[in-house]
């Protein structure tokens, strides 16, 4: 097409605007002809409505690939009529389904029909097609000039082609006439603050995701690709790494009579492994109950061989593994901690801040595997604080075994200290 041609498309389209919808949709008849079928079989839509089937079988109407689209006419009255969760929800009468109640139309004709939808409900109606689906498609294509990929979408590109100016200039047209409504006017405003925001939400995300691919070593493309699968094994590290900070955490609890007290009893010990393990697969009673026969030592038995098999599973991820050597020290810290409380009979608060100190630096280190998503943390510290553990526990076994039973309470706790 030449120059002349283009503005004569252009000039034909704004002419549209000052007609009214039901001349329009009377002119794209004539234009087009009349609709081959009904927008869905009429049996599968009454099955759907009845609960019967969950998706609708659509009728052959479609001249997509003439670079056609679909309109049904009855959007001046009901939103969303192809859609299937509006269908459900409102019942829709198959009715406005019906070919007499559809017509074809091109890509800018389709946007007009929703404008002048808008002008005749006072934007009640017509204004999410046009803002969420035809203008960021005419955008995309005529002004970014982003090619579509699929054959059908092509053809509609070309169909309805024009310059990107005279694109622009319809478009201007078309809004100068919505924003003599004032309802039109706040609805643009505040679509274009929820766009803003999801454009700074996006390049926040995108920002994340990069640092994440950074820290795993890994190219952005790879952490896209395989997004779904490195964000359940980060959700599944925080789940053992955080269960090993409850276990540690939730020791000692205040009572009126007393300073501390253990609460590693049979019930305390049955929470937590409900908590880390069987949660998901009984109620607390029904889990209870199954454990009924089973022993405060039984408990911990299994519990301790949950972390053992947690910390394992950390060794068997793909990115946000952590090293066998590394989670061997972990669990031998945790051992070391329950140990030196189990020999300690009568500790003083000098003693539990020592240990509450040490099970902080645990605590910390690894929170820290989880908050920097780190493959390779410090050994060195994790080894250096067990050789600390360990020595506290043979120097409290050794005095224990020398003095408990020579010595005065207040005196061992002096020692201690």
Known sequence: MDNSTYQQKYNNYVELLNLTYEEVTDYLKNKYGEVIDDYFREKS?????????????????????????????????????????????????????????????????????HALIMMKTNVDLGFPGYVIYLKPKIQDWYINK???????????????????????????????????????????EEHNRLEKLSEKLEKERDYREQQQANKLGITIDEFKTNRESILAEEDERRDILNNLIELLTIKYQSKEDQDYIEIYDRESVLRFLYLVKYKKDYSYDNFKS?????????????????????????????????????????????????????????????????LDFKEEKLNNYIFSLDEDNSKNPDLDFIKSLNFELNKYYNKITKINKMLSEIWPINIVNNILV
Not at 159 to 169: F, I, Q
Not at 174 to 187: A, P, S, T, V
């Open 146 to 188: 982003i090619d579509p990929k699929p054959f059908w979408m092509k053809q509609c590109k070309e169909r309805a082609y024009l310059p990107t100016s005279l694109v622009e200039d319809l478009l201007s047209k078309i809004e100068d006439k919505l924003m003599d409504y004032k309802k039109f006017r706040n609805k643009m």
């Open 290 to 354: 199954k454990k009924l026969n089973f022993t405060k030592q039984k408990l911990g038995f299994e519990l301790l061989k949950y972390i053992d098999e947690a910390l394992k599973r950390l060794t068997t991820f793909k990115y946000y593994y952590i090293e066998e050597k590394i989670l061997n020290e972990i669990s031998k810290s945790i051992e070391l901690l329950i140990k030196v409380e189990n020999v300690v009979d009568y500790m003083n608060n000098s003693i539990y801040d020592k």
């Open 45 to 113: 839509y009454l099955r759907f409505l009845n609960g019967e089937i969950k998706n609708i079988t659509k009728g052959k109407y479609s001249r997509a690939k003439e670079g056609l689209y679909c309109h049904h006419i009855y959007e001046d009255k009901f939103l969303n009529l192809s859609n299937q969760s509006f269908i459900g929800d409102y019942k829709y009468d198959f009715e406005y389904q019906r070919k007499e109640n559809l017509v074809y139309c091109d890509l800018f004709e389709h946007i007009i029909l």
